[in-house]
T-cell receptor
Framework: GDSVTQMEGPVTLSEEAFLTINCTYT??????LFWYVQYPGEGLQLLLK?????DKGSNKGFEATYRKETTSFHLEKGSVQVSDSAVYFC?????????????FGAGTQVVVTP | EPEVTQTPSHQVTQMGQEVILRCVPI?????FYWYRQILGQKVEFLVS????????KSEIFDDQFSVERPDGSNFTLKIRSTKLEDSAMYFC???????????????FGNGTRLTVT
């Protein structure tokens, strides 16, 4: 079945450091890929998405490129801030007509220190 | 920005009791979902709901679970006879119809932490 694997955390960084969170997936078809973020005490928020191979999703300085050849969707940010401290979830949806049934990775906690 | 709201934020119940988790989706959204996250585990899909009926459900969503949209604004998850292993964070989500894509990304609530003792 479909699955998402992402790097374990916590990832601890200093402010202005470069962040990469690895995410790989297995899927039978051509899934849509997502990164969600969960700030402390809040729900999951969509950070960015990509719906087909070579698409690049971007938002708030974060980027991820849908790589079909390596079945990856790694999240990157060039210069993190303390406010980026959160749990980041990679997810996929195999649904053709709906993005509602998501398969999530385990989440990666990111801690950014001043 | 419109939000999905969930109440209560924390619910404690005894094993065997019925519990109802409540959600108010974003008002113009048409698709509704429940997910759960057991502590230390992945966020898991439970059920999707559209046009007043279940669209899809996971293996987790057995006869002990039910969902309802009792009025135009609320969306509820009922667990009839709670078990210890039902302890988890339960997330409600909603999405709207998108003319181009047929759907849109999910908007999640902040979750209800259910503790079964």
């Amino acid at each position: 079945g479909d699955s998402v694997t992402q790097m374990e955390g916590p990832v601890t960084l200093s402010e202005e450091a470069f962040l990469t969170i690895n995410c790989t997936y297995t899927a039978t078809g051509y899934p849509s890929l997502f990164w969600y973020v969960q700030y402390p005490g809040e729900g999951l928020q969509l950070l960015l998405k990509a719906t087909k191979a070579d698409d690049k999703g971007s938002n708030k300085g974060f980027e991820a490129t849908y790589r079909k050849e390596t079945t990856s969707f790694h999240l990157e940010k060039g210069s993190v801030q303390v406010s980026d401290s959160a749990v980041y979830f990679c997810a996929l949806s195999e649904e053709i007509d709906s993005w509602g049934k998501l398969q999530f990775g385990a989440g990666t906690q990111v801690v950014v220190t001043p | 920005e419109p939000e999905v709201t969930q109440t209560p934020s924390h619910q404690v119940t005894q094993m065997g009791q019925e519990v109802i988790l409540r959600c108010v989706p974003i008002s113009n959204h048409l698709y509704f979902y429940w997910y759960r996250q057991i502590l230390g585990q992945k966020v898991e899909f439970l059920v999707s709901f559209y046009n007043n009926e279940i669209s899809e459900k996971s293996e987790i969503f057995d006869d002990q679970f039910s969902v309802e949209r009792p009025d135009g604004s609320n969306f509820t998850l009922k667990i009839r006879s709670t078990k210890l292993e039902d302890s988890a964070m339960y997330f409600c989500a909603s999405s709207e119809w998108d003319l181009d894509r047929g759907n849109s990304p999910l908007h999640f609530g902040n979750g209800t932490r259910l503790t079964v003792t």
